[in-house]
């Protein structure tokens, strides 16, 4: 663990700091999600952890082109959600190695005749960076947000767009659709690959994120200056926990938690 927190350390004090906006409000996120799967109906478990920073930015500067081109023609740009723009994120693995068996011949509903070994294994590994945007519809410090986990187009904390890893995905800006490989996760780890061993048989393949499941958080907006935490249950295979704070300081709590 207390590796861990040197390596968050070193990596969330890396990113350069944003001269003049002390002003900035920021949403240090952390999460902890644990995945139920199963090879052959062997079931075993994923379990990563995710730390990001975020900023709130307003649509002028989001979309600073498009508000450009609507101020020169004379229009009024839409007042939509506030959109929480990127600044840095990072995602960590567990590493894993499970046994078990499975039924290669049934007999009637629930029997089996026969029974086959299984393994699968994985390695730990991180993902740097990891890419996640947001949205909320500003009610004062009530109403929800909605943050997505990213793996194609993502909105820095400078209000330029980037498209940053390999997708089908939608151009955020307003563009055409890029067509590209799929990616099987939004979180992209270094070492992504799983191993199945199946008596003499060897399969590998990219394991899929458990924020990939996740897809879309809706949560309540937390007030300013405070932490708002919970779990989250989705169809009985997957259990997050997750702690946000929205604050002044740029600085996430998270690399400052001790063993």
């Known amino acids: 663990m207390r590796k861990i927190y040197l390596v968050l350390l070193i990596l969330f004090t890396a990113y350069p700091s944003f001269a003049g906006e002390e002003d900035r409000i920021y949403w240090h996120i952390y999460m902890w999600c644990s995945k139920y799967d199963h090879f052959h109906h062997m079931k075993y478990s994923v379990t990563e952890e995710l730390w990001a920073t975020l900023v709130e930015m307003n649509t002028e500067e989001a979309y600073s082109d498009l508000h450009r081109e609507v101020k020169d023609k004379k229009g009024i740009s839409p007042r939509g959600p506030v959109t929480l723009g990127w600044v840095r994120g ?10 078990g068996k499975y039924c290669v011949e049934s007999v009637g509903r629930s029997g ?10 994985w390695p730990s590994s991180w993902a740097d960076p990891a890419y996640i945007y947001g949205t909320f519809t500003r009610r004062g410090d009530e109403g929800n947000f909605k943050i997505w986990f990213e793996s194609c187009g993502i909105i820095r904390a400078d209000g330029t767009w980037l498209q940053v890893k390999e997708g089908v995905c939608w151009n955020l800006a307003g563009g055409p659709v890029e067509h590209a490989p799929v990616m099987k996760g ?25 924020f990939y499941s996740l897809n879309i958080l809706r949560l309540p907006v937390p007030a ?10 989705k169809r009985q295979s997957l259990m997050c926990y997750y702690r946000i704070q929205r604050t002044f300081n740029r600085q996430h709590f998270g690399w400052m938690v001790g063993d």
């Open 224 to 233: 300013l200056g405070s932490f708002t935490e919970n779990y989250i249950t």
């Open 112 to 121: 089996c005749r026969r029974w086959k070994r299984v393994r699968v294994y």
């Open 186 to 210: 939004t979180i992209a780890y270094e070492n992504p690959t799983m191993t199945f061993v199946n008596g003499n048989e060897v399969m590998r393949e990219e394991g899929k994120s458990a």
């Open 90 to 99: 990072i995602a960590h693995r567990e590493e894993g190695d499970f046994n």
